[in-house]
C-alpha cells in the first residue's frame, strides 16, 4: 500500500513528466490547478496523528495561503478549538489515538463551532461518510488525497 508522501511524491512526478504520456498531462493539468487555488488567509485547524500527513497537508494549505495550526489528536483539537473558534476550517482525519474524529468533532460542535469541518479518512466502507457525517462534519474526503482534491475541497468548504 502506498503511503501518504509516496502517492504525492508521484504527482510531482508525473507534473515533472509532463507531455510524456497522458495520464501525466491530466496530472499536470491538476498540479497546475492546484497552484491557481488560493485559501486567502484562512485559518485552518489539521488535526491528524500522522507526522507525515501534518507535515504535508500543512505544507500544501501554507503554500495556498492558509495559516495552518495543527492537533496531533482529538483531544488536542477539541482543546485548540475550546480555546478559539475562530477557525475558517477544520480537517479531521477520522483514525487518531486517545479521541478519534468522529468524537473530537461531535464535542467540537457542542463547543458551539459551526463552521466547515472535513473528514479526511483511508477507512474506504460503506456507511463511513454518513457516520462522519452524523458527527457533524461537513465534508468527506478519502485518503491518500492529492494536493488539488485537498485544496479544492478546502476551497469548496470556505465558499471561495
Ligand atoms: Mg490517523
Known sequence: MKTQAMYLSDCAHAS????RDADSG?????????????????RIL??????DNQLLFSRILKAAGAQVEIAENGQQAIDKASLALSYDLIIMDIRMPIVDGYEATRRIRELGFQGPIIALTAHAVVG???????????????????????????????GL
Do not use: H, M
Not at 457525517?133 to 475541497?153: E, H, V
Open 26 to 42: 491530466e496530472w499536470a493539468e491538476r498540479v497546475a490547478r492546484a497552484r491557481a487555488l488560493r485559501l486567502n488567509d484562512a
Open 46 to 51: 489539521l488535526v491528524d496523528d500522522s507526522p
Open 128 to 158: 463511513e461518510e454518513e457516520r462522519c457525517r452524523a458527527a457533524g462534519c461537513s465534508d468527506f474526503q478519502l485518503k491518500p488525497i492529492d494536493r488539488y482534491s485537498l485544496l479544492s475541497a478546502a476551497a469548496r468548504s470556505l
Open 16 to 19: 515533472a513528466t509532463f507531455g
